[in-house]
């Protein structure tokens, strides 16, 4: 009985879309942090758009969508963790923030009233050139983030 209860209480997808609300656009991210790579602003908007596609019901639509999506890459740095004795570092930590904002057409209130920002990370060894690891270490850290603005987005998390 228990268990009939909470099902009806929480959905596994956790996807809360108004049935009204039926396109969404991406705009082209802008990139405005200097050191990032100049594909990565493109990227992460066409993956953006293969996740909503394949995650909702929401047709990609450019005009007049019922959910907005715009934003930019705000911070692409890599910085020293994990000092050894003798001020050397084992690890280096490249950071990639996204700075986004969410306009939703049809409920004004589950548009987000300013830009936010979403930020991770991953390590790699000192002993790695970051043009060696960079790819794959872009590709971790644009899964985190997709999956945190699609949450924030979708879900109201």
């Not at 009939?4 to 656009?25: E, H, K, R």
Request: glycine share 4%; aromatic share 10%; net charge negative.
């Amino acid at each position: 009985m228990f268990l009939l209860l909470a099902q009806g209480c929480y959905s596994l997808s956790g996807i809360s879309v108004d049935p009204s609300v039926t396109t969404f656009s991406v705009r082209t991210f802008e990139n405005i942090a200097p050191n990032a790579p100049p594909t990565l602003a493109v990227d992460f908007t066409e993956r953006l758009k293969d996740k909503v596609r394949r995650e909702t019901r929401l047709a990609l639509n450019g005009e007049n969508p019922d959910i907005e999506f715009s934003g930019k890459i705000a911070e692409y740095n890599v910085v020293p963790v994990a000092p050894k004795p003798g001020e050397v570092v084992s690890l280096n930590r490249l950071i990639i923030r996204i700075r986004i904002g969410l306009l939703n057409n049809k409920e004004e209130k589950k548009s987000w009233a300013n830009e936010r920002d979403f930020s991770f990370f991953a390590e790699f060894s000192n002993t790695t050139d970051l043009l060696t690891v960079q790819d794959a270490l872009i590709e971790q850290i644009s899964n985190q983030l997709l999956e945190d603005i699609f949450n924030a987005a979708f879900n109201d998390w």
